[in-house]
């Protein structure tokens, strides 16, 4: 009994790839602005670069789960 098993990947051009990776770049400073914020105890900046992470965490998500269908 041998099943063959494929997996198909889908080639993605070079500019999704490059906005992915923006993309990824500017969640990760999100991050460390955050987390510098609330350890210089700065809760207002914190609290907006913390809001700004998990919009663009959101954004993402559902920019890849849209693509992710076609």
């Not at 609330?38 to 609290?47: C, D, I, K, S, V």
């Amino acid at each position: 009994m041998s099943d063959n098993i494929s997996i198909n990947i889908k080639k993605r051009p070079l500019l999704e790839w490059l906005l992915w990776l923006v993309w990824a770049f500017i969640l990760v400073f999100i991050f460390q602005n955050a987390r510098a914020s609330g350890a210089e105890l700065e809760p207002r900046a914190a609290t907006i670069l913390w809001v700004s992470f998990v919009v663009w965490l959101l954004a993402g998500g559902v920019v890849w789960f849209t693509r992710r269908s076609n």
